[in-house]
């Protein structure tokens, strides 16, 4: 029994009516209490329009009154006008001074495909452009010389990472295309190795194969070399699958039989570097950036799960042997070493090309040194760069708008101590906040 105050409590709560959620959600709704759900698949600010335009919320569209922009940011970035580089514009007048690479030979080695870091540097130039250093001048001299005797052993850039190894490797690969020889370019071999390509196990060899890869070093070839292919003779009759060349035929139909086959790449890339080798009639350039790749160990593995060694693939197999000991008869074999990827750098060939600082390089005793045995190639080391080369680096930087400030001796000097006179190092310097 109730007492007087719950009684009266209990009359109350009997007299109201309770509301359903649907009839709560009802009222909220008619009393403008009630927000929609935000659509999570539509931007709030911009509606995207037909055309390109943009609207701002509702019936607004933006437009920009170009005659109070700021004009710094809507002027089209200067294109300092270069001279190509060539047989003819290799010489030392061009010391100092940037020199155009063309784009129809970049293309050829693979479309949006640059060696190194030099992706950054072609697209804030507005074009694949070079320093044009006292090293290249005395590379192509050396080029020059080799194209009509052949040295014994190959030659190989070393240096700093960002020293300007693969710029190097490139210039005269491009040298070497228009002076007529025949250019074996590789602007990057970390695919040969890195596990990025497909391979398989070869049928009539314990080699493994890579048919993608070595077509395209043959259209590569075929595109930069095809005149200077089709001056060379087989010299021999050649077999490929089912099909045969006869010896009057050309360097230039062998390769095209290689890649109407892909099948057949690797065959016809053996045929082509014995023949190219072992004749007279025109020069042979063989450019190989990152070659120390044909010396590691691999990310491949075998069918039993064993990491192969690169020496156990085809192409780096067929490449080796001008790295160790073989020559060419006219020509000359140039590889460049990369630290970028320090898996891919043996640590026994990296002791041999940088020795430790307790064993000088000029000690008679360093090729009996158990630790330290002699590199079958000779070596040429890619310094810093001078006061006038970095001098002619940061002039060409203003040209091309990358630094707005006038170019002093004391800007190059401060640009050049903070980074050692290194050339990737002084890109990034003035890079800092693109």
């Known amino acids: ?14 007299g109201i009516r309770l509301l359903s959620s649907s009839s709560m959600v009802a009222a909220e709704k008619n009393s403008g209490a009630f927000k929609p759900k935000a659509d999570r698949t539509q931007s709030m600010a911009f509606t995207k329009k037909d055309g390109g335009t ?27 006008k270069l001279d190509l580089l060539s047989k003819d514009t290799a010489t030392a007048s061009r010391l100092n001074t940037f020199v155009q690479i063309d784009d ?28 044009y250093r006292q090293v290249t001048q005395t590379l192509v001299d050396q080029m020059a010389q080799n194209a009509k005797t052949a040295p014994k052993r190959a030659t190989v850039l070393d240096g700093l990472n960002g020293a300007g190894k693969s710029a190097e490797l490139l ?29 398989g196990p070869g049928f009539k060899s314990d080699l493994f194969v890579q ?10 070839m075929i595109a930069v070399s095809r005149e200077a292919l089709s001056k ?40 082509l570097l014995d023949i190219a080798s072992s004749q007279t009639i025109v020069p ?62 043996p640590n026994d060939l990296k002791t041999r090309l940088c020795p430790p600082p307790t064993i000088p390089i000029a000690n008679p005793d360093l ?22 080369e970095a001098w002619g680096l940061m002039q060409f930087y203003q040209k091309a708008n990358i630094i707005t400030t006038p170019v002093t001796e004391g800007l190059v000097a401060k640009k050049w101590v903070y980074a050692n006179g290194n050339p990737r190092q002084m890109f990034a310097g003035v890079t800092t906040y693109f």
């Open 1 to 14: 029994m109730f007492t007087q105050p719950a009684a009266r409590a209990a009359r109350r709560l009997a």
């Open 54 to 80: 943009k609207r701002v919320r509702s019936g607004t569209t933006t437009s920009v009154n170009m005659s109070s922009a700021n004009p710094a940011y809507y002027t089209e970035l200067p294109k300092p």
């Open 104 to 131: 129809s030979f970049l293309q050829s080695t693979g479309r949006g495909r640059y060696p190194g870091h030099l992706a950054a540097d072609f697209k804030l130039f507005g074009k694949p452009a070079l320093l």
């Open 171 to 199: 210039k005269l690969a491009m040298v070497a295309a228009t002076s007529g020889h025949i250019v074996i370019y590789g602007l990057s071999t970390l695919p040969w190795v890195n596990s990025s390509r497909p391979y």
């Open 211 to 220: 048919y993608e890869l070595a077509n395209e070093l043959l259209r590569s």
């Open 232 to 271: 060379v003779p087989l010299g021999k009759s050649v077999t490929l699958g089912k099909r045969t060349l006869e010896s009057e035929r050309t360097l230039a139909e062998l390769v095209d039989l290689g890649l109407q086959t892909p099948s057949l790449a690797h065959d016809a890339l053996d045929q």
């Open 284 to 345: 042979v350039f063989i450019g190989l950036d990152e070659v120390n790749t044909l010396w590691c160990k691999t990310s491949y593995r075998d069918q039993e799960d064993n990491i192969l060694p690169a020496s156990q693939f085809r192409l780096a197999h067929s490449f080796l042997p001008f790295f160790e000991g073989k020559s060419l008869a006219k020509g000359w074999v140039v590889g460049a070493t990369s630290y970028a990827e320090v898996r891919f750098m």
């Open 367 to 388: 090729a009996r040194d158990p630790g330290v045995a002699e590199l079958p190639f000779d070596v040429v080391k890619i310094e810093r760069l001078s006061s006038p």
